[in-house]
């Protein structure tokens, strides 16, 4: 498995970004994906998931603003990131978690959000 992550940048405070993580294998739909990001200094923490059966999780420091999305056909996941703060401000990681508990990792995308 294989996670191109794309879409990141510098965006001002109130703005939007949309993050595309392509997934490269077979069977998609099978994996749980998600994202996380990490802030210079902190750890990483998961920003948001969507399960198998499109059922979803949203960290509360997001809830409201970012929609987590999946396309199976396309193979790929979006994080749509609405009145980004500059505390949003990351480096933002595609992750995939196998059915059998295996854990794939994207290369990670800069996300700078200017107050």
């Known amino acids: 498995v294989q996670l191109q992550a794309s879409g990141g940048g510098l965006v001002q405070a109130g703005g939007s970004l949309r993050l595309s993580c392509a997934f490269s294998?077979?069977?998609?739909?099978?994996?749980?994906m998600g994202w996380y990001r990490q802030a210079p200094g902190k750890q990483r923490e998961l920003v948001a998931a969507?399960?198998?059966?499109?059922?979803?999780s949203i960290s509360d420091s997001v809830k409201g603003r970012f929609t987590i999305s999946r396309d199976n056909g396309k193979k790929t996941v979006s994080l749509r990131m609405n009145s980004l703060k500059p505390e949003d401000t990351a480096v933002y990681y595609c992750?995939?978690?196998?059915?059998?508990?295996?854990?794939?990792w994207g290369q990670g995308t800069q996300v700078t959000v200017s107050s």
């Open positions: 294998g077979r069977t998609f739909s099978s994996y749980g």
């Open positions: 992750y995939a978690k196998a059915w059998y508990g295996g854990d794939f």
């Open positions: 969507i399960w198998r059966g499109g059922s979803t």
